[in-house]
């Protein structure tokens, strides 16, 4: 386990890279939020899988898409109610397993520091689990 310090870094760094990876997809098919990119996929505006403007690759599927980062890390968002874009406490997990240098966490220390944060009013919550990122799209 690593210390409740070290734990909030990486969970908010990530919380971070989601941001900054929803913004880059956001650009490349120019309109907010995931479940705007999914419609314009399902309209045929946009293929499903294809490269951002910086060169990440994004995958677009079910309710919503998949950011691959230039640098390493799969960044996932999903469409909510009410155009919240939402994410969950594995996909937080998954992205830092997946982002050099890998670090594995413990999902209840994610959920601890999720908590943290909605607290902050930097997510909301959505369920226990599942957070919207901030700016209701």
């Known amino acids: 386990m690593k210390g409740p310090a070290a734990v909030n ?21 120019g309109v907010r939020g995931a479940e705007n990119i999914v419609a314009g996929v399902l ?6 899988k294809g490269t951002c403007a910086d060169g990440s690759e994004y995958l677009v599927h079910g309710v919503g898409y998949t ?16 155009g919240l874009d939402v994410i969950t406490s ?9 982002a050099p240098p890998g670090v594995e966490t413990d999902i209840v220390e994610i959920e601890e520091q999720c908590s943290l ?5 930097f997510l909301g919550r959505v369920t226990s ?9």
């Open 67 to 82: 950011v691959v980062l230039l640098g390493g890390g799969q960044v996932h968002i999903d469409a909510g109610a009410n």
């Open 117 to 121: 944060l909605v607290d902050r009013g």
């Open 129 to 137: 689990r599942r957070y919207s990122l901030p700016g209701v799209r």
């Open 43 to 48: 309209r045929g505006d946009h293929h499903r």
């Open 9 to 29: 870094e990486m969970v908010v760094a990530a919380v971070s890279k989601f941001l900054s990876a929803r913004d880059c997809i956001e650009g490349t098919f």
């Open 90 to 98: 594995f996909d937080i997990q998954f992205f830092l397993e997946t």
